[in-house]
Structure formats: C-alpha cells, structure tokens
C-alpha cells in the first residue's frame, strides 16, 4: 500500500502502536486519543527522535528541521496531521 492511499486512521492507528512499543506503555491502543499530549505519557527529547526516526522509515519520507514544533507533540491529531500531509505530498 503507497504511503498516499494510508487514511488517517491508518496513519492514527501505526502510530499509536509505535507510540506505546516505543514509550514500553502498556496501556490499549484506544488510551492513545487525538487529543492526547505525547509529552504528558512520556516522550521526551530522546523519544521524540526515536519517534521521528521510526516516523521517518516507516512511512518513508523525510522530517527537515524546520517541519519541527514543540506543538507537534502537545497533541496526538497534530503529529497524525503532520504525517498524513507528509505522505500525501510523497506522490
């Protein structure tokens, strides 16, 4: 499946899963909502570029420094957002 026919969902659901391998939380999937803040259940500097890194292979574009927020991990639906758009633009 191209990367440009992922819905959001999809996007939503991998990245829960690799939010909660990454972060060693036991917790559903489901506890991860869009509203969820990232940096409240546990990402820190060096998780967020674990996370981008993963984001980054998985979905297979590339994140520039100037796509970077600290808004980006203030809440879950902002990060899907971002990744959506960046493999909507991966044509």
């Known amino acids: 499946m191209q990367n440009n026919t992922l819905t959001e ?25 869009m509203d969820t803040n990232l940096l409240e259940i546990g990402l820190d500097s060096m998780s967020v570029v674990g996370l981008l890194t993963d984001l980054e292979g998985r979905f297979n574009f590339t994140i520039d420094v100037e796509d970077l927020s600290a808004e980006m991990f203030n809440r879950f639906g902002n990060l899907v957002e971002f990744v959506k758009s960046k493999c909507d633009a991966a044509v």
């Open 9 to 33: 969902q999809e996007i939503a659901d991998t990245m829960r899963d690799m939010v909660l391998q990454l972060l060693q939380l036991d917790m559903p999937r489901e506890a991860i909502t």
